[in-house]
Every structure is written in structure tokens, then in C-alpha cells.
């Protein structure tokens, strides 16, 4: 009798590990499936110019992150080590992992759940590396990207997840009675810290370092750049959000004892986190700020508290899941606002979502954290007492404070050890690359599609949209997906209709050319109000390779001063139609769409919008036809800010296309 209740204990343990490994390769698929959702948002956020670099980089954090977590990573994880650092099973090669033929079923069982957890807590540190690639991205090279995330992978998330989920890290809470931190160990339970604080506080770095991209700050003023989708944007965050029920519910590791208990909490607390994190957001915007709401920043929201309660999911209350999302969307709201006055360019917002959403999950953890399920999670955290575990300071358990102090004193390690190993990290690539972490400015100006990855994404088609002005002053506008060839085409028609219907108004115009003052009512991108009662066009796409030369012939060609080379101070004006003055710090504002100026030396230089008022003061030549917008800048030759980077004396380029007008006009 005693010998098959015997076996009957072991064949429910070892089925017990099959339902545990199943379970951490069902969340880890959900991990790894966050890839897309990273993709999606990233490819939304950034250029239509910039597509197949954002995917490229994308696959570059998967496979460049998988050798690198399997060759080191694993090993400074789960490696037999001290507290600081595992130092075995390097390339899976520790002899667990390895069974013969004749290895009975719990050999078996125990190699299984190592595979297992190599591949669950891979998906883990892919994660913390793509958070760089969205942050960075349009002028990062994807060669120090894949030898940044290769480091991130293998070396530096490993080791600050050692100390928090190993079982002789030094911050450990699976740390036997009696030599925990504190008596407690730092608490996060499925990653605020050791994934979000790591990979956001990587990103920030790195952002510094390279700097921002060209256009995006103009004398201490952020000016917004294209983003391609808010569909993309929208659905990458809701596949995050799908695929974080994986990183909350299967953080416990097994389907055993209390674990089911606790991954459901997690389900809850994490559906009510991001629900709230994206309410605060909204609110923030519509009533506080009094700004139009955008689906990006309540995506953002959505993420922010997504990360804030992955420190402690399956250990809270349901109501505080709500508190801890909606200080999380309030803190998304400031500290994106934070990095734009302190000059930081971060693409998608990583740094704000990812590195304050996780600074605030670990502090949230050591605030809301109950006993009960610390104890279900963690047991007891002092030898010989088995009434007593470890709570958040607003729980009011004996030992409120114990959490509290271990998570603060992990937290100012891991800023320290991620902050210096990251700066030391990019300037040791950047040596190795030969001095620049960025592409050139002409790559970045053109897009890294064209210049890197074999041409534009959407070569055939591309959304183009037509805005006009009727003469009683009405706007309308028309949206159509054309041939990439087409689309001059279509501008040229619709301004002969609005022509046709404006029954003469268009000859008011003072000083008209022989060409016809419609030719003047030709506007490329960079809406302004109107100087007349006329009929225009405002041509808006983001190919316009096949336009300009169009609209230019017959406008009367380049020559005639519809683009202006300043040469000293500049001119200036209003309503979108100016030139402006070199400033103090070398930067030149670009007009709204622009694109922006190239940072460094002084810049004299002038993106003319279709120059059509008659006011001398704000047009250098006001009878010259408007024909198309160029960006031209003379700088002083030499070094273009801390890359190092150099360009021609004189650059000019059309949407981002290198371009030479006296070439073109002389052809036609």
C-alpha cells in the first residue's frame, strides 16, 4: 500500500513538471510574441522613409540577442555563481540539460524545465533590448544596434537579473530564511526592474550619446516629425498588451501549490493597470493640459502602467493595480514632457513608458505588496517565524519597511551598474566603428531605406493628400492612394479645376509674371493662412520625388527665385512662409513638415514654402513664381557636433533627396 501511494506521489510530481514546462513555453510564446507588437508600434512611430530599417533592427534584437543570451547570457543569469554573477552552464552545457537514452522520466522532467526556462527567460531579455531599438531609432547605425543589444542580451540584463530572480543573488527574495536583504529580499515579481528599468535606462543613454535627430530640436524648440501610423501605433499596442498576460501571469513559474492563485491575480491586476494608465493619460491631455487627444500618448499610458504593475502583478490587491496605473499615466504625461525641455529625443517615448514606469513599479511594489501573498510567493521570510512575512508600507504588516529598503537599495545598483556599463559600452563601439554611432546626415535626410536596406518600402503606391482653398475661403481636402508617379499628375489637374471654378480670382495678384499668377497659388507642404482670396493647392505627400520638376517647368524653372540662398543673417516672416536667422547655437528652424536643419556649425541657410506674399520684408523676391520646396544649407565645413560627422559646404536636398537645381533647370 505504502509503495503505490509512493508512486503515485511521483508520477503527480512528474506530471506536475509537464503541466509546468507547458506552462512556461505558453508564456514565453506570449513573451516572444510582444516582438510583433514593438515592430508594429516602432514602424508607426517613425518615417514612411525609415520601415525596413525599424523591422531590420527589430529582427536584429531576436537574433543577435538569442546567440548572445545562449552563448553568456543564460550562464550570468541561472549559473551556479555568487550574488553578484552565475559563472555556469555557458552555451547550455551544464550537465542537466543533457540526458542519455536510458534517463528515467525525472531526468527527463528536470532537463525539460531547463529548456524551458532558457527559452522563458530569453523572451524576457529580448524584451529589455528591444526597448532601445524604438528609442533610437532614424539615425542610429544598425551595426553598433546589433553589437549594443548583443550586450544588453548577454551581459548586462543577465547580471541585474541574477541578483533579483536567481537563487543566490544578493537582492534575492528565493535567498534562504534568515539571509535575505533586509529580511525580505527586493520584491519584482515579474519585472518592473530587472526588464524596464534596465532596457529604458539603456535607451536613455544611448539617446544621449548619439543625440537627436536632425530637425527635432531647433533652438531649444521640439518640432514634431512624420510618424507613418497611428493604426500601426495602436495595434502594436494592443499586441503588448496581449502579450503581457505572459510576462505577469507565468512570472510565478508553475501551476503547483499557490501558483495559480497568484497568475490569475496577475491577470486582473494587469487588465486594471493599463486600463488606468491609459484613462489617467487621457484625462491628463483633454482637462488638465487642454491639448487634442492623441492615440499615442493614451497608448503610451496604456504601457506605462502595463510596466509600473509588473513589479508586483500577482502579489496586490485589485484596487491598487488601479492606483499604481493611474500615477503611471500621470507620470508618463510629466516625464515625456520632461525629456523634450532637457533636449532628449526618444522616438516612441521608451524612456518615459519603460524607465520612469519601472522606477515607479519597483517603489509601487514596496508600497502595496501584501503579506499573504509575499508569503505564498516568497515563504517565510525569517527562520524560525512562520507567522510573520513581509508586506508594503501601506499594508501594515510588522515589517512594512523591509521591502521598502531592499528595492531602493536594488534600484540605485542597477542605475549605477546599467548607467556606467551602458555609456562605457557605446563609446567602445563607437571606437570600434571608427568614431560615429549614426549614420550620415545626408542617409538620415534621405532615409535609411534608400541608403541601407535596398530602397523604400511602399514603392508602388503612396497616400497623397490634396488640400485646396475655395475663393470664398472654404477648405477641403481629398485623400487617395496614386502611383508613385501619378501624383503630380493629379495636383496639376485639381489646381486647373480649382482654377477653372475661382471665376478669375487668382489674377489679383500685384506683380504677376508672364506665367500667370496661378503659377504663384501653386503651395507645396507647410499650410499658412491665405495673403488672398484665391484658389490654391497644397500638395502634401510623403514621396514627392516626381512633383517637383513638374510643378516647376511650369512655374518657370528654378531660376526665377522661387528657392532663396541666404547668405547672411536671413530673412524672416510669418505664416509658414519665411526664412530664418542663424541662431546662437547653430540650428536653423525648419518650417511645420519640414523635416528640420542639420545641427553644428552655424547654419545659413532657408526652406522657402512657396513664397507668395507681395510684402518685401518677408519675401526677398515677391514676383517670383512659387514652385517647390528645397532645403538649403551652407554651413561651415568641418565637424557637424560631438559624431564628428562632415558634409559638403553646400547641401541641397528635395524630401530628402540629394538634388541639384541649376542641373535640373538646365535640362528642361
Same mark, same amino acid.
Given at each position: 500500500?505504502?509503495?503505490?501511494?509512493?508512486?503515485?506521489?511521483?508520477?503527480?510530481?512528474?506530471?506536475?513538471?509537464?503541466?509546468?514546462?507547458?506552462?512556461?513555453?505558453?508564456?514565453?510564446?506570449?513573451?516572444?510574441?510582444?516582438?510583433?507588437?514593438?515592430?508594429?508600434?516602432?514602424?508607426?512611430?517613425?518615417?514612411?522613409?525609415?520601415?525596413?530599417?525599424?523591422?531590420?533592427?527589430?529582427?536584429?534584437?531576436?537574433?543577435?540577442?538569442?546567440?548572445?543570451?545562449?552563448?553568456?547570457?543564460?550562464?550570468?543569469?541561472?549559473?551556479?555563481?555568487?550574488?553578484?554573477?552565475?559563472?555556469?552552464?555557458?552555451?547550455?552545457?551544464?550537465?542537466?540539460?543533457?540526458?542519455?537514452?536510458?534517463?528515467?522520466?525525472?531526468?527527463?522532467?528536470?532537463?525539460?524545465?531547463?529548456?524551458?526556462?532558457?527559452?522563458?527567460?530569453?523572451?524576457?531579455?529580448?524584451?529589455?533590448?528591444?526597448?532601445?531599438?524604438?528609442?533610437?531609432?532614424?539615425?542610429?547605425?544598425?551595426?553598433?544596434?546589433?553589437?549594443?543589444?548583443?550586450?544588453?542580451?548577454?551581459?548586462?540584463?543577465?547580471?541585474?537579473?541574477?541578483?533579483?530572480?536567481?537563487?543566490?543573488?544578493?537582492?534575492?527574495?528565493?535567498?534562504?530564511?534568515?539571509?535575505?536583504?533586509?529580511?525580505?529580499?527586493?520584491?519584482?515579481?515579474?519585472?518592473?526592474?530587472?526588464?524596464?528599468?534596465?532596457?529604458?535606462?539603456?535607451?536613455?543613454?544611448?539617446?544621449?550619446?548619439?543625440?537627436?535627430?536632425?530637425?527635432?530640436?531647433?533652438?531649444?524648440?521640439?518640432?514634431?516629425?512624420?510618424?507613418?501610423?497611428?493604426?500601426?501605433?495602436?495595434?502594436?499596442?494592443?499586441?503588448?498588451?496581449?502579450?503581457?498576460?505572459?510576462?505577469?501571469?507565468?512570472?510565478?513559474?508553475?501551476?503547483?501549490?499557490?501558483?495559480?492563485?497568484?497568475?490569475?491575480?496577475?491577470?486582473?491586476?494587469?487588465?486594471?493597470?493599463?486600463?488606468?494608465?491609459?484613462?489617467?493619460?487621457?484625462?491628463?491631455?483633454?482637462?488638465?493640459?487642454?491639448?487634442?487627444?492623441?492615440?499615442?500618448?493614451?497608448?503610451?499610458?496604456?504601457?506605462?502602467?502595463?510596466?509600473?504593475?509588473?513589479?508586483?502583478?500577482?502579489?496586490?490587491?485589485?484596487?491598487?493595480?488601479?492606483?499604481?496605473?493611474?500615477?503611471?499615466?500621470?507620470?508618463?504625461?510629466?516625464?515625456?514632457?520632461?525629456?523634450?525641455?532637457?533636449?532628449?529625443?526618444?522616438?516612441?517615448?521608451?524612456?518615459?513608458?519603460?524607465?520612469?514606469?519601472?522606477?515607479?513599479?519597483?517603489?509601487?511594489?514596496?508600497?502595496?505588496?501584501?503579506?499573504?501573498?509575499?508569503?505564498?510567493?516568497?515563504?517565510?521570510?525569517?527562520?524560525?517565524?512562520?507567522?510573520?512575512?513581509?508586506?508594503?508600507?501601506?499594508?501594515?504588516?510588522?515589517?512594512?519597511?523591509?521591502? &521598502?529598503?531592499?528595492?531602493?537599495?536594488?534600484?540605485?545598483?542597477?542605475?549605477?551598474?546599467?548607467?556606467?556599463?551602458?555609456?562605457?559600452?557605446?563609446?567602445?563601439?563607437?571606437?570600434?566603428?571608427?568614431?560615429?554611432?549614426?549614420?550620415?546626415?545626408?542617409?538620415?535626410?534621405?532615409?535609411?531605406?534608400?541608403?541601407?536596406?535596398?530602397?523604400?518600402?511602399?514603392?508602388?503606391?503612396?497616400?497623397?493628400?490634396?488640400?485646396?482653398?475655395?475663393?470664398?475661403?472654404?477648405?477641403?481636402?481629398?485623400?487617395?492612394?496614386?502611383?508613385?508617379?501619378?501624383?503630380?499628375?493629379?495636383?496639376?489637374? &485639381?489646381?486647373?479645376?480649382?482654377?477653372?471654378?475661382?471665376?478669375?480670382? &487668382?489674377?489679383?495678384?500685384?506683380?504677376?509674371?508672364?506665367?500667370?499668377?496661378?503659377?504663384?497659388?501653386?503651395?507645396?507642404?507647410?499650410?499658412?493662412?491665405?495673403?488672398?482670396?484665391?484658389?490654391?493647392?497644397?500638395?502634401?505627400?510623403?514621396?514627392?520625388?516626381?512633383?517637383?520638376?513638374?510643378?516647376?517647368?511650369?512655374?518657370?524653372?528654378?531660376?526665377?527665385?522661387?528657392?532663396?540662398?541666404?547668405?547672411?543673417?536671413?530673412?524672416?516672416?510669418?505664416?509658414?512662409?519665411?526664412?530664418?536667422?542663424?541662431?546662437?547655437?547653430?540650428?536653423?528652424?525648419?518650417?511645420?513638415?519640414?523635416?528640420?536643419?542639420?545641427?553644428?556649425?552655424?547654419?545659413?541657410?532657408?526652406?522657402?514654402?512657396?513664397?507668395?506674399?507681395?510684402?518685401?520684408?518677408?519675401?526677398?523676391?515677391?514676383?517670383?513664381?512659387?514652385?517647390?520646396?528645397?532645403?538649403?544649407?551652407?554651413?561651415?565645413?568641418?565637424?557637424?557636433?560631438?559624431?564628428?560627422?562632415?558634409?559638403?559646404?553646400?547641401?541641397?536636398?528635395?524630401?530628402?533627396?540629394?538634388?541639384?537645381?541649376?542641373?535640373?533647370?538646365?535640362?528642361?
Amino acid at each position: 500500500m505504502g509503495r503505490h501511494l509512493m508512486q503515485d506521489a511521483v508520477a503527480t510530481s512528474e506530471s506536475n513538471a509537464g503541466l509546468d514546462v507547458l506552462f512556461m513555453l505558453f508564456g514565453a510564446a506570449l513573451v516572444f510574441f510582444m516582438q510583433v507588437g514593438f515592430a508594429l508600434l516602432e514602424v508607426g512611430s517613425v518615417s514612411i522613409r525609415n520601415t525596413k530599417n525599424t523591422l531590420f533592427k527589430n529582427l536584429l534584437d531576436v537574433c543577435c540577442g538569442a546567440v548572445s543570451f545562449y552563448l553568456f547570457g543564460y550562464g550570468f543569469l541561472h549559473g551556479d555563481g555568487d550574488g553578484f554573477v552565475g559563472s555556469s552552464d555557458f552555451a547550455l552545457s551544464g550537465g542537466a540539460f543533457l540526458v542519455g537514452q536510458n534517463a528515467t522520466v525525472a531526468e527527463t522532467a528536470s532537463s525539460a524545465t531547463l529548456h524551458a526556462r532558457f527559452f522563458f527567460a530569453f523572451s524576457f531579455a529580448a524584451t529589455s533590448a528591444t526597448i532601445v531599438s524604438g528609442a533610437v531609432a532614424e539615425r542610429f547605425l544598425f551595426k553598433a544596434y546589433a553589437l549594443y543589444t548583443a550586450v544588453i542580451t548577454g551581459f548586462l540584463y543577465p547580471i541585474v537579473a541574477h541578483w533579483v530572480w536567481s537563487n543566490d543573488g544578493w537582492a534575492s527574495p528565493f535567498l534562504l530564511q534568515g539571509n535575505r536583504l533586509f529580511d525580505s529580499g527586493a520584491v519584482d515579481y515579474a519585472g518592473a526592474l530587472v526588464v524596464h528599468v534596465t532596457g529604458g535606462l539603456a535607451a536613455l543613454i544611448a539617446c544621449v550619446v548619439v543625440g537627436p535627430r536632425v530637425g527635432r530640436f531647433n533652438a531649444g524648440i521640439p518640432m514634431l516629425l512624420p510618424m507613418q501610423s497611428p493604426v500601426f501605433q495602436t495595434a502594436g499596442t494592443m499586441f503588448l498588451w496581449f502579450g503581457w498576460y505572459g510576462f505577469n501571469c507565468v512570472a510565478v513559474g508553475t501551476l503547483d501549490g499557490h501558483g495559480p492563485l497568484l497568475a490569475a491575480k496577475a491577470a486582473v491586476s494587469t487588465t486594471l493597470a493599463a486600463a488606468a494608465g491609459g484613462c489617467a493619460v487621457m484625462v491628463t491631455d483633454t482637462y488638465l493640459l487642454r491639448i487634442k487627444a492623441e492615440p499615442r500618448r493614451m497608448n503610451n499610458g496604456i504601457l506605462c502602467g502595463l510596466v509600473a504593475v509588473s513589479g508586483c502583478a500577482g502579489l496586490i490587491h485589485p484596487h491598487n493595480a488601479l492606483v499604481i496605473g493611474t500615477v503611471a499615466g500621470f507620470m508618463y504625461v510629466k516625464t515625456s514632457g520632461a525629456l523634450l525641455v532637457w533636449g532628449i529625443d526618444d522616438v516612441v517615448d521608451a524612456v518615459p513608458v519603460h524607465f520612469f514606469g519601472g522606477v515607479w513599479g519597483i517603489l509601487a511594489s514596496a508600497l502595496f505588496v501584501n503579506e499573504n501573498d509575499y508569503v505564498l510567493r516568497y515563504g517565510y521570510p525569517v527562520l524560525g517565524d512562520s507567522t510573520h512575512g513581509s508586506c508594503g508600507v501601506f499594508m501594515g504588516c510588522s515589517s512594512w519597511g523591509a521591502i &521598502l529598503g531592499a528595492n531602493i537599495m536594488l534600484l540605485l545598483s542597477t542605475v549605477g551598474w546599467i548607467g556606467v556599463t551602458c555609456y562605457v559600452s557605446l563609446h567602445l563601439i563607437k571606437k570600434i566603428l571608427g568614431g560615429s554611432l549614426r549614420v550620415p546626415v545626408n542617409h538620415e535626410l534621405k532615409g535609411m531605406d534608400a541608403s541601407a536596406h535596398g530602397g523604400r518600402s511602399y514603392t508602388e503606391f503612396q497616400t497623397t493628400v490634396f488640400t485646396f482653398k475655395t475663393p470664398g475661403g472654404g477648405e477641403h481636402s481629398m485623400e487617395m492612394r496614386v502611383r508613385a508617379g501619378d501624383a503630380a499628375k493629379f495636383a496639376m489637374a &485639381l489646381s486647373e479645376v480649382m482654377e477653372n471654378s475661382s471665376s478669375g480670382s &487668382l489674377n489679383s495678384t500685384p506683380g504677376n509674371s508672364g506665367h500667370g499668377s496661378r503659377r504663384n497659388s501653386q503651395r507645396m507642404p507647410g499650410k499658412s493662412s491665405a495673403t488672398q482670396s484665391d484658389s490654391r493647392m497644397v500638395f502634401q505627400a510623403e514621396d514627392l520625388d516626381s512633383i517637383p520638376a513638374a510643378l516647376a517647368a511650369r512655374a518657370g524653372g528654378v531660376g526665377n527665385g522661387s528657392v532663396s540662398h541666404v547668405s547672411g543673417g536671413g530673412s524672416h516672416g510669418d505664416g509658414g512662409n519665411v526664412a530664418y536667422k542663424a541662431h546662437s547655437r547653430g540650428v536653423t528652424p525648419p518650417m511645420p513638415g519640414s523635416g528640420g536643419s542639420i545641427p553644428g556649425s552655424p547654419v545659413h541657410g532657408s526652406r522657402h514654402h512657396a513664397l507668395a506674399s507681395a510684402d518685401p520684408g518677408l519675401n526677398p523676391n515677391p514676383n517670383a513664381p512659387a514652385s517647390f520646396s528645397l532645403t538649403v544649407v551652407d554651413e561651415a565645413s568641418g565637424s557637424l557636433g560631438p559624431s564628428g560627422r562632415n558634409s559638403p559646404a553646400i547641401s541641397i536636398t528635395k524630401d530628402g533627396e540629394p538634388f541639384d537645381p541649376f542641373d535640373d533647370a538646365a535640362r528642361r
